[in-house]
């Protein structure tokens, strides 16, 4: 080990050693507008239509979906019409006829908080949804294992994985319409995390007033079903839906059964799965509750998450059909004028929110090409305060054994083409040097035999990307306390940056700031060895960082050097990382 090996006088500033060379490889550039180059200039690539995999290899195209079911619903329309001609049926009709008793103190008709609840609900949801999707298109494939083996998949948006062993998920990512994506670009994942989560945040907060308001004012008991007698009485409401000859309405006074399922189900299952369901994809959250995310896995949450915005999707479909085909005026007047008439009040106040939802659909996402950093500063407010919560939770080692390691674990970000790279492994990385330098007591530079001779440090954890993806995989190192021991970080120290051979898609080194707290988290180490073997080319030799409590892309591969610093806003763009600075990412990403 050789401490301070190779310095000389003009590599110091201050304390630093050997930072002048990082930072002058580094792009300073701040990016403020998502252009034709941003991103390295990713060009477009767009998938396939959605397919469920059905067996072991066949693929099912879900648009066959569209004439299937165009002929089911004439065949149950005729079925369901003979049906209502037999006796039977009618009199099962007769005494079931669609609705539960309420109690008598149940409220009648609807109040102007559940109005405007209701239009808040709607507006938050566009742009959750067109969020999400985007957020699915930056790996287009749903698992229920954590492996996310290739082949595996049970859905998918892409054609299947190539053969090229250096594939990266990047390139599988895909690009939606701009009207459909928030926003629709290719790999704008970073934006699209910031529209979800923030905005997420003020549905949860505009849920919490609804389910306050809802039990302290009876209104639940509209929602709630009371009786057992419901189940048949939806079958009958069910029946009539399905002949055309439909119920008739009454939801001022109460809905009839189907409905208060549909509404029960939206309102206390599909909205609390989907909290659950999010908070299931944290890598912090599900390295520190071990025995929930052993079953719980990412890619359970992930499909089940997906699955629930398949339910809100179907139910604001049917919803609105039934609102357009059973009254209009009378339900837009229950639904956002608090009153139980035909007039057309209600009808010019849903024409006025329904001008407002479609502008603000249309503006979204120019504005976020636009004002990229004002979306990412909104985002940060609205949901930084839950991961700096959850960055804090430390995780032990033990979740995980040799039979939990995934045979695929997929590659990513730009590999390092540089020719010093390229002669370091040329010799098999004999000539690795590892700077350790900055606002520490003893500036080091380490080879991989000096690294090695450290005491060993073995985890085998779960990878979270932030494109969804995960796997398991064993790696092999030095622990970060065992190099904060080393080097002794001086107190002023409270960021740590690590550097790699790697360049960015605009040029200039990847690189990423780490809070130096984190540091010394039993699951945070410098990994040289993976699944018993030297870390391959593709996943980050000769060293790379694992940091459990953060999203992958934080965990630099490649590592070049490591630099101790005060804030890292006097590093590169300033914003704590290369795609921090470049496409908007956040410095802070535990959930």
């Not at 006088?9 to 050693?17: F, T």
């Not at 059964?257 to 299931?280: D, E, H, R």
Request: glycine share 8%; with cysteine; hydrophobic share 45%.
């Amino acid at each position: 080990m050789k401490a301070n090996a190779g310095r000389g006088p003009a590599d110091d500033i201050g304390a630093g050693g050997s930072t002048k060379s990082f930072r002058q490889e580094l792009d300073a550039r701040r990016f403020t507008v998502v252009d034709e180059d941003w991103a390295g200039g990713v060009p477009a690539q767009y998938g396939v239509a959605p397919r469920v995999r059905i067996g072991r290899s066949r693929w099912f195209n879900l648009l066959w979906l569209v004439p299937i079911g165009f002929a089911l619903a004439l065949i149950l329309i005729a079925v369901a019409q003979g049906l209502r001609q037999m006796p039977e049926i009618e009199a099962f009709i007769k005494t079931y006829p669609g609705k539960s008793e309420l109690p008598a103190n149940a409220p009648v008709g609807f109040p102007a908080w559940l109005a405007w609840q209701h239009f808040l609900n709607l507006f938050f949801m566009i742009f959750i949804i067109r969020a999400g999707v985007t957020i699915l298109a930056d790996h287009p494939r749903l698992y229920w294992t954590r492996h996310s083996t290739p082949g595996k998949d049970w859905f998918r948006i892409q054609k299947p994985v190539p053969s090229d062993p250096l594939y990266t998920a990047k390139q599988d990512s895909i690009t939606l319409p701009n009207g459909v994506g928030l926003p629709g670009r290719r790999h704008s994942i970073g934006l699209a995390r910031w529209w979800h989560l923030g905005v997420d945040t003020l549905w949860l907060a505009n849920g919490i007033v609804f389910y306050v308001l809802l039990f302290t004012t009876g209104q639940w008991m509209r929602l709630v079903p009371l009786h057992w007698d419901v189940i048949p009485n939806a079958i009958a409401v069910a029946i009539q839906y399905a002949s055309l000859n439909w119920p008739l309405e009454a939801g001022w006074t109460d809905y009839n059964s189907l409905q208060l399922i549909a509404y029960f189900v939206t309102v206390f299952i599909a909205a609390p799965l989907a909290l659950i369901t999010g908070l299931g994809m944290s890598p912090a959250l599900s390295t520190r509750f071990r025995r929930i995310s052993s079953v719980f896995s990412i890619q359970v949450a992930r499909s089940l998450h997906f699955l629930v915005l398949c339910w809100f999707i179907f139910f604001i479909v049917v919803h609105v059909t039934l609102v357009l085909t059973t009254g209009v005026l009378r339900n837009l007047n229950h639904m956002f004028a608090a009153r139980n008439d035909d007039s057309w009040v209600g009808f010019w106040i849903f024409a006025a929110a329904m001008i407002v939802l479609i502008a603000c659909w249309v503006a979204a996402t120019p504005f976020t090409y636009r004002h990229p950093r004002i979306v990412q500063r909104v985002g940060f407010a609205l949901i930084g305060p839950a991961q700096r919560l959850f960055e804090h939770v430390d995780s032990k080692p033990g979740q995980y054994t040799d039979k939990d390691i995934s045979r695929y674990f997929w590659h990513n970000g730009n590999y390092p083409d540089m020719e010093d790279f390229s002669k370091l492994q040329a010799n098999d990385f004999a000539s690795y040097r590892l700077r350790i330098s900055g606002l520490v007591e003893n500036p080091v530079t380490l080879t991989l035999a000096d690294l090695r001779a450290l005491p060993y440090h073995e985890q085998i954890t779960q990878h979270f990307c932030i494109q969804g993806w995960s796997g398991v995989a064993k790696w092999g190192g030095v622990s970060m306390q065992t190099i904060l021991d080393l080097v002794k970080p001086k107190p002023e120290a409270k960021w740590v940056v690590f550097y790699s051979y790697a360049l960015g898609p605009e040029g200039g080194l990847y690189y990423d700031a780490q809070a130096i707290e984190q540091m010394s988290y039993k699951l945070t180490m410098l990994a040289y060895d993976m699944n018993g073997e030297p870390v391959s080319f593709g996943h980050g030799a000769p060293l790379r960082l694992r940091n459990e409590t953060q999203l992958g892309f934080k965990m630099v591969k490649w590592i070049k050097g490591i630099e101790f610093v005060e804030h890292f806003s006097e590093v590169g763009g300033g914003l704590g990382g290369y795609n921090n600075d470049h496409e908007f990412f956040g410095y802070r990403q535990s959930i």
